[in-house]
């Protein structure tokens, strides 16, 4: 098989890669300017607490304080206040001396109101490092929390991360359903199109047919035989365009009776040096559930993609097995040019063709009628770089 050389959505994946490099870029830097944010706001609240404790001291070094002094001493515990920071003064042997923003009770008993405080102490001594106060040689300390304001910021670069990430996911939801939705509508368009296209060729090629009918011995049977059935062929392919976009009917069919008559169909029209041989390893009276036409349309793509990956000389195996009692297995071998690794999953993408002309849906439409329509699966089972490539088809009963 040859390698993918023509993606004509490739543009749109473009886009996608644009608009989640774009993305993380707006995340990197609300992260970062969220942090500094937050430190601008950390060191604010740091210089807050200093600022009271130094009062705390000169209140206490001092007896001829001011009328000034005492409105800034207010002030900064206001603002202490404003920013709900919790603040809890102990002294040097930890029994609370003085508290700020703890919700307790103006009316709780002391020795209650001591025991509130001190579990209060213990939720909040690890957010920041204790500010010393010097009260004349006797030491206290003031411990406090960080600001409700504070803590938000610090989550919010996350939050935001968070929601981005949705928004990205969702982006793509829809990009990919709209896609999905463009190449259903080309398919049908197309096919539709298609089958409409072939219906005057095929009504005067049977009236051809039945022109060399009256001459039969200048036009043999033998030749107006065989373009009778090149004719129903085509008026299958016909109804399989024209069926696209509708639910198939499905129904039991024999497997080996259907596989097999038609690769030997396909046989006589493939080149001449591609050596194109089926083995049959079930019970030939195995019937899966299916549609005749859509799944030799199957077997069509991918061994006509196989010829094409050999240049018309090779050989191709076609292997029909049970998995186990409700599966069944078809390998279809080629000795064609390969696909490396990572481009497995890539050649069932639309658009991706190894050929100058086509559209590259083949192999696209080969998986959505064996996965969508007869609940199966089709994958590349085994692929080596100039040795040859192993599609696997998987029907379930």
Known sequence: MKLPTIDIYSQKNLYQIFIGINLALIGIASVFYTYNIVESLEAREKRQLTVFAQLIEYQANHTDLTEDYTSLFEIVKENIQQSRIQTIILSEDLEPTGDINLDLPSNLPLAQRQVRVKEAFEDIKEDNPPILVDLLGTKQ?????????????????????????????????????????????????????????????????????????????????????????????????????????????????????????????????????VELTFVNELDTEKTMFLNRNLFEWVIENICKNAVDAMTGVGAIKVRMFALNKQEVAIDISDTGKGIPRSSWQKVFKPGISTKKRGWGLGLTLAKRIVEEYHGGKLFVKYSEVGKGTTFRIILRR
């Open 141 to 273: 300390y003031i411990y406090f929390s960080d600001s409700p304001l504070l803590v938000q910021m610090r989550y919010y670069p996350y939050v935001q991360l968070l929601s981005l990430l949705v928004l990205a996911f969702l982006a793509y939801l829809v990009f990919s359903a709209s896609r999905t939705a463009e190449q259903n509508r080309v398919w049908v368009g197309l096919a539709k199109e298609t089958a409409h296209q072939l219906g005057t060729p095929i009504a005067s090629l049977m009236g051809w047919i039945e022109f060399f009918r009256t001459d039969p011995d200048r036009y043999p049977d033998e030749y107006t035989i065989e373009m009778e059935k090149d004719i129903k062929r085509l008026e299958m392919i016909t109804s399989r365009f024209s069926n696209i976009g509708s639910t198939p009917t499905m129904k039991y069919e024999k497997i080996a009776e259907v596989v097999g008559p038609f690769l030997d169909y396909l046989k006589r029209r493939i080149s001449t040096k």
